[in-house]
């Protein structure tokens, strides 16, 4: 494995809004997948909204680059499964366990990935171990001092944390082995068909409910609008500004500025959900920007790939 490096500094403004508005993105997304919940199985609402997220993506590569021809290699497959566990964890978790919990262990992916960057031999600075310590009390009072009692849901979430971590560092590893847009497009393709099998197979076997073709037009009418916000925005394009940022901003501080969410599903619940924001809100949004500026500061930024 060869280490390699990214001159300080050149993680660009650019960059980092790029993380930022697909931290706000996702934080409106919250909204959006909670409600997609009420009308739609986890299986079903993964498989439209990254269909459409890819069908959206192969339009701008139609419009771009119409005479590149994608490969699905086994790097890009291996992205797709990561992508489509954590996902369904993560939609599936939310059944059993609150916003604000799933919110916080959502978050706790921030921890997960420098854990797993040291597998990869990646040093982490004084400096991105300090905003680790700024950002997990700030993602818990930004969520009121979210229970995390154990639960079935709860478990669930945290393991999707786990492989959100996991799919920060693989895009790490691949981002510059093909056109940002081409990874983007066969991730969401390989994740939309596995989540639609895990819905279709669910039904066979009978460990989702059987629903007729009437029920399912209703239901899908009903979400329509979670569907799309998810789908276009969401998927197609803040998971296309993550993995164009990440080729010049390491895992870890990519994972802090995402983390930043958090602070966007405050103001969303606020602005949409006329939800209350409390002193310990602000506090905890106080501290994720306080950690997303830390985790920018230049000077130390490593990057290592195969």
């Given at each position: 494995?060869?280490?390699?490096?990214?001159?300080?500094?050149?993680?660009?403004?650019?960059?980092?809004?790029?993380?930022?508005?697909?931290?706000?993105?996702?934080?409106?997304?919250?909204?959006?997948?909670?409600?997609?919940?009420?009308?739609?199985?986890?299986?079903?609402?993964?498989?439209?909204?990254?269909?459409?997220?890819?069908?959206?993506?192969?339009?701008?590569?139609?419009?771009?680059?119409?005479?590149?021809?994608?490969?699905?290699?086994?790097?890009?497959?291996?992205?797709?499964?990561?992508?489509?566990?954590?996902?369904?964890?993560?939609?599936?978790?939310?059944?059993?366990?609150?916003?604000?919990?799933?919110?916080?262990?959502?978050?706790?992916?921030?921890?997960?990935?420098?854990?797993?960057?040291?597998?990869?031999?990646?040093?982490?600075?004084?400096?991105?171990?300090?905003?680790?310590?700024?950002?997990?009390?700030?993602?818990?009072?930004?969520?009121?001092?979210?229970s995390v009692d154990a639960s079935f849901g709860n478990l669930l979430v945290l393991v999707s944390a786990v492989f959100w971590a996991m799919h920060v560092?693989?895009?790490?590893?691949?981002?510059?082995?093909?056109?940002?847009?081409?990874?983007?497009?066969?991730?969401?393709?390989?994740?939309?068909?596995?989540?639609?099998?895990?819905?279709?197979?669910?039904?066979?076997?009978?460990?989702?409910?059987?629903?007729?073709?009437?029920?399912?037009?209703?239901?899908?009418?009903?979400?329509?609008?979670?569907?799309?916000?998810?789908?276009?925005?969401?998927?197609?394009?803040?998971?296309?500004?993550?993995?164009?940022?990440?080729?010049?901003?390491?895992?870890?501080?990519?994972?802090?500025?995402?983390?930043?969410?958090?602070?966007?599903?405050?103001?969303?619940?606020?602005?949409?959900?006329?939800?209350?924001?409390?002193?310990?809100?602000?506090?905890?949004?106080?501290?994720?920007?306080?950690?997303?500026?830390?985790?920018?500061?230049?000077?130390?930024?490593?990057?290592?790939?195969?």
């Amino acid at each position: 494995m060869k280490a390699r490096s990214v001159p300080a500094g050149s993680s660009s403004v650019i960059q980092i809004f790029e993380l930022i508005l697909a931290s706000a993105i996702w934080g409106f997304a919250f909204v959006a997948q909670r409600k997609g919940n009420e009308s739609l199985h986890p299986f079903l609402f993964n498989a439209l909204r990254f269909a459409i997220g890819s069908l959206f993506l192969l339009t701008l590569i139609l419009i771009t680059a119409p005479k590149s021809k994608p490969k699905l290699k086994a790097d890009l497959l291996l992205l797709g499964c990561i992508l489509f566990i954590a996902a369904a964890l993560q939609q599936i978790g939310l059944l059993w366990t609150s916003a604000g919990s799933g919110g916080f262990i959502t978050g706790l992916y921030v921890v997960f990935i420098p854990i797993i960057g040291v597998f990869k031999k990646q040093k982490q600075s004084k400096l991105i171990i300090l905003s680790i310590f700024l950002a997990v009390p700030g993602l818990w009072l930004i969520n009121s001092g979210a229970s995390v009692d154990a639960s079935f849901g709860n478990l669930l979430v945290l393991v999707s944390a786990v492989f959100w971590a996991m799919h920060v560092q693989y895009i790490d590893t691949i981002v510059t082995r093909y056109p940002s847009l081409w990874v983007a497009f066969s991730q969401y393709f390989i994740c939309a068909v596995i989540s639609f099998i895990f819905w279709l197979g669910g039904m066979v076997l009978r460990f989702i409910a059987p629903i007729t073709i009437t029920t399912l037009s209703a239901n899908i009418s009903q979400a329509t609008i979670p569907i799309l916000y998810s789908g276009i925005c969401s998927v197609g394009i803040a998971y296309t500004l993550q993995l164009h940022a990440q080729k010049k901003v390491a895992p870890a501080p990519a994972g802090i500025i995402l983390c930043m969410e958090a602070v966007f599903a405050l103001f969303g619940g606020w602005l949409l959900l006329d939800e209350q924001i409390t002193l310990y809100s602000i506090g905890g949004a106080v501290l994720l920007f306080a950690a997303m500026l830390v985790s920018t500061i230049p000077g130390w930024r490593t990057k290592h790939a195969t």
